[in-house]
């Protein structure tokens, strides 16, 4: 199946332009803050959020939206209310390719091929659960190395260039979860969308910017309520 529409960004590069833009309008942007938790409310003299790091730095909002992919389960706890979002390892790994030299992405059952413009040929992902290991195991590259050589004759015997994994946030029916706390309505969730974080985040950000200004519609995001798994018990 062709389809001369399909696209695909490099997603480092797109964090990085999002981090640019972001400091541009002004955010505050800390680095290697450590685990975050959320102070109780209890605990608390006035209203909105507390949230304390790792390192000791605290930051106090109206409202706070927990968008920590896979780690976002680790607030189940501090929230009450259940947060069945688990880690899944990918890797992935890549050829040096001139670009241009393969003119289109190519799917299938066992792996996918995408020609980047900075001259390599991406190939992922594997699949397997290993909690929040994101080290690369020869077993989980093995597989894409035994099937490039036979859709693209000439990786017969290269070596990629690079490896790694990442942790795709899965949940229990597949689709993420994003809306207010019932309980909580100063605590928002944006998490869980697996393997399509990067493709969806656009939608997403819009969902949580017009929940935050209150004007998303509740049937929209219906399917995606943060407390579903909750109501199932």
Not at 109 to 120: I, P
Not at 138 to 146: A, K, S
Request: proline share 7%; aromatic share 8%; with cysteine.
């Amino acid at each position: 199946m062709f389809c001369p529409e399909e696209s695909h960004v490099n997603a480092p590069l797109l964090v990085a332009a999002l981090e640019e833009a972001c400091r541009r309008i002004g955010v505050s942007l800390t680095a290697h803050a450590g685990e975050v938790e959320i102070v109780d409310p209890h605990r608390l003299s006035g209203s909105g959020v507390l949230l304390r790091g790792g390192n000791g730095a605290e930051w106090r909002g109206d409202r706070a939206v927990l968008c920590a992919g896979a780690w976002t389960c680790r607030f189940a706890e501090t929230i009450g209310l259940p947060i069945p979002i688990h880690p899944i390892r990918g890797q992935i790994c890549s050829y040096d390719v001139p670009f241009g030299d393969t003119r289109h992405m190519v799917f299938s059952s066992q792996a996918y091929w995408v020609g980047k413009k900075n001259g390599t040929l991406v190939c992922g992902a594997s699949e397997d659960v290993a909690g929040f290991d994101a080290s690369v195991t020869e077993r989980g590259i093995e597989r894409l190395l035994r099937w490039g050589p036979r859709l693209f004759p000439f990786l017969q015997g290269r070596q990629p260039v690079r490896r790694w994994a990442g942790l795709r946030p899965a949940t229990l029916d597949g689709r993420p979860l994003i809306g207010r706390l019932p309980h909580r309505d100063d605590i928002l969730i944006a998490a869980g969308h697996y393997r399509n974080g990067i493709l969806l985040s656009p939608v997403t950000a819009q969902l949580v910017g017009d929940l935050l200004e209150g004007s998303a519609g509740a049937g929209l995001l219906a399917p995606f309520a943060p407390d579903r798994f909750a109501l199932r018990q």
